[in-house]
């Protein structure tokens, strides 16, 4: 647990972190229901819906340039059929960093961002077995594609845990 800790700009009290990463536990076009449906797969890191949509997670990074940290989004991409595959193919394969990007679509909301994060376009970078994939939002003038290129500052993590806390 860290011993920081910061005063909450929503409710004004101290909190612990602030935290350095945010999670979507699924792409925004899931739906529970769908669990139990044929086609339709969620697990840690991906998932396929209807047998027609397919989505890996990644890490969407954006460096602290104050402390030298990095905030992390986890977030969900969607990929073509072909690039979804050879991903799996290659899921638990050392050396699998050496793949090339996949083109994708960020797939989830991210509050806070306007316009909406839903849709970016990105390239995913494979990283060695065990670690998530890097997500590279194309960059735009969006507020989020700027933050990853430019990087944030404390005060800005302390406002998304701010925001997202109290969510």
Request: aromatic fraction near 10%; charge should be negative.
């Amino acid at each position: 647990m860290s011993t920081e800790q910061f005063s909450c700009g929503t409710c004004g009290e101290t909190h612990d972190g602030p935290p350095l990463s945010f999670a979507a536990p699924a792409p925004d076009f899931w739906r529970p229901e769908m669990a139990s449906q044929e086609g339709c797969l969620l697990d840690a890191d991906l998932c396929v819906i209807s047998g027609e949509q397919f989505f890996v997670r990644g890490l969407i990074e954006l460096p602290v340039w104050d402390t030298g940290d990095v905030f992390t989004y986890s977030m969900w991409v969607s990929l073509s059929r072909p690039n979804f595959t050879r991903a799996v193919d290659v899921w638990e394969q050392p050396g699998r960093e050496a793949e090339p990007p996949y083109f994708g679509w960020l797939s989830n909301i991210i509050a806070g961002y306007e316009p909406s994060t839903l849709n970016l376009r990105t390239n995913v970078h494979t990283r060695a077995v065990g670690q998530l994939p890097y997500i590279e939002l194309e960059p735009t003038g969006h507020p989020l594609a700027v933050e990853q290129l430019a990087g944030i500052t404390r005060a800005r993590v302390e406002e998304i845990a701010s925001f997202h806390l109290h969510r």
